[in-house]
Each structure stands twice: as C-alpha cells, then as structure tokens.
C-alpha cells in the first residue's frame, strides 16, 4: 500500500525539478529526459513521440485503455518569483503549471506501479501521455496524427490544468462546453506613403486599421450574443510621424464557443475589410488559419463520472471560461473530460510571478485514482 503522505512529498520534488528546467514547444530536451529517467524505473513500457513527448503504458491485461495527459512545455517569461527552485534559463518558466502538470502525472505512475507489484486487477489498462509544445498549439494536434489511441485501444482519456482562481484543493469541471475554440487573428492592411502635408496623395493604412478596429468592436458589441471573446492586443503601423503609414499589422484572439458564432465574427471581419479596401483604397488581407477546437466534454461520460466526483473535493462549474486548451483536439477522436484543480493562489496564468503551493499536486493523484477504478463498475 503506498504512503500518500510520502508520495506528496516526491511529487513536490517533481514538481521543483522540472520547474528549474523550463523549455518551450518541442524543444523539451532537458524535461523529457528527466520524465523518462523516473518512468524507466517503474513498471511501465516507455515510447517516445513526436519527438520529445513520452507515453507510459501500465498494463493490467485488459483489452481497453485509459489515457491521461500531462502538458510538458514552458513559456518564454522571465521569472520574477524569487523562489528557492527558481528556473535556471534565463527568459523562460513554467507560468502554467504544466511543471505541476507532469508532477501529478509522475505521482500517479508511482501508484499505478505499485498496484502492478501488488498484483491488483484493473478492468483496463492506464496510457500517461506527456505531450509537448500544449502552448503552441501543434502539439496535440501532431500527436492526433499518429496511431497512438488506435494501437492502444484508448476508450476515454482525461486531462487537468491547474487553476489558481479555484480553492485550494478544489476541483472542477462541467458538461459539454469547458474551455473555448482560440483562433489567432491577422490582419494586414497594406496602403501608400506620402508626406503627411500631402494625404490625398497616400492611402493611410494606420486610418484604416484604426477604423477596423472600431468597427469590428462595435459590430460585436451589438449583434453578437453569444459569449465570446475579439481582442487584438498588438498593433505594428508606420515609420516616421510626419509621414501617411503604408502598412499596419494587428494581431488578436478570438475566442469563441460555437462555429455559429465563430462565422458570424469572421465574415463581418471580411465585410469590414471589403469597405475598407473601397473606402481607403487600400489591400486587406485576413489571416484566421492557426485555432484550435473548444473543449467539449463528453456528455455521457461525464455523467457516469459525476458519482465518483463526488468523492472529492468537487464542484461544478457554473459555465466554460475563455482560456482555451488544445486538449480539445484529443476530445475530437475520443470521449474525455477536462478538469481543474483550484491553487487558490489567485495569481493570474502566464504571469512573471506566477507560483502556487505544491502540496495540492497530490489531489491531482487522487483525481486520477479515482477515474481509473471508476473504470472498474
């Protein structure tokens, strides 16, 4: 029988390790190695994929499968913590949680371990995927295009982020609609220089970028219902004060919970763009290729989850917040159920400070002990 209280204790180990060795996208060298030197010493079939993730498959004899995840990726942050476990690459932390990500999951292939040496039946067998580049978008989705989930006959998989808006301790998920579908927002307005005392001899691209800015707003802030979310957040225009601007560039988010509405605010991007190009006489160009998927929960598998839940320390969330998962690419191919764990530390994600108290890695376990025997009515 394994000792929770000392489990907690290497997971906090885990957890400061990695948060010391922060790398982004794929580029996760130093991290994987350190997940795959823990997971060669269990009992557990170790693989590589797309490049530097890992998976770990526990086998208890069973036909199907139970997969969870962990994201392994940093952000490119300089961190301003202080913390004695500070990272040591410069310009680059763990501001998401995702070192505490794969401490749960390292905790949790130390119990699934010892269930193995201790012979206990399973009715299916445990996959822990650690995926890399979450933060990039491409990392889900590349590890989609593999055979992974078909060779291991993988029934439902299950995922965690930690929250720091939550109580400690204090875990949550929803039917259906989680998280948002995050679309990247481009647009390039391309116009003509001229000395500014000789406007009529130019095409203002900074005017025409200001307008669709206002416009796009505005539009809607009065025919969209829906939740959502269209903010651009960087504006790239001009070279000198006194001369008409040919060129902008904005770059924003869009976040949105149905392809409904997700139409309806690119086709009044478009729209808007046409009666500049008219107006303005300048080239409009729209760029809204690189998204990924809302995160919908499987209905009636949640619902059978729910029971368990209830075990815990658990709440429902009362509706999908805006911050978008690429987990959502996994529940496209398969049933899965996202979840959050509450640090209660009320530090904002992808913060220089971001930072939370570690000993509530362990719920994340337990979590994940109670979905695999779930599995067992």
Known sequence: ??????????????????????????????TSAYVKNILSALSCQVDEIVKTGLVAYFDFGQEQTIAFRADMDALPIQEETGAPYTSLHEGCMHACGHDGHMAIMLGFAKLLDSYIKEGRKMTCN???????????????LRICGTHLFDHYNIKAIFGLHLWPMLSKGEIASRPGPMMAKSTSVEVEIEGVSAHCGEPEKGRDALEAACKFISDIYMFKSLFVKERCVLKFGKMESGTVRNA???YSRLDGTMRTFTEETWNTLVNAMKNLGEELEHHYGIKFKLDVSKSHPAVINTEDLYQRAKPLLLNLNYVELRRPVMI??????????????????????????????YDFDDTVLIEGVKLFDTLIKGAER
């Open 324 to 353: 978008a998962e690429d987990f959502s690419f996994f529940e496209q191919q398969m049933p899965g159920i996202f979840f959050f764990l509450g640090t209660g530390s009320g530090i904002p994600l992808h913060s220089d400070n």
């Open 126 to 140: 445990a996959l822990l995927l650690f995926q890399p580049a979450e933060e990039t978008i491409d990392g889900a």
């Open 1 to 30: 029988m394994i000792d929770f209280d000392q489990l907690s204790q290497e997971i906090i180990t885990y957890r400061r390790d990695l948060h010391q060795i922060p790398e982004l996208g794929f580029y996760v060298y130093k």
């Open 244 to 246: 008409i601007s040919p």
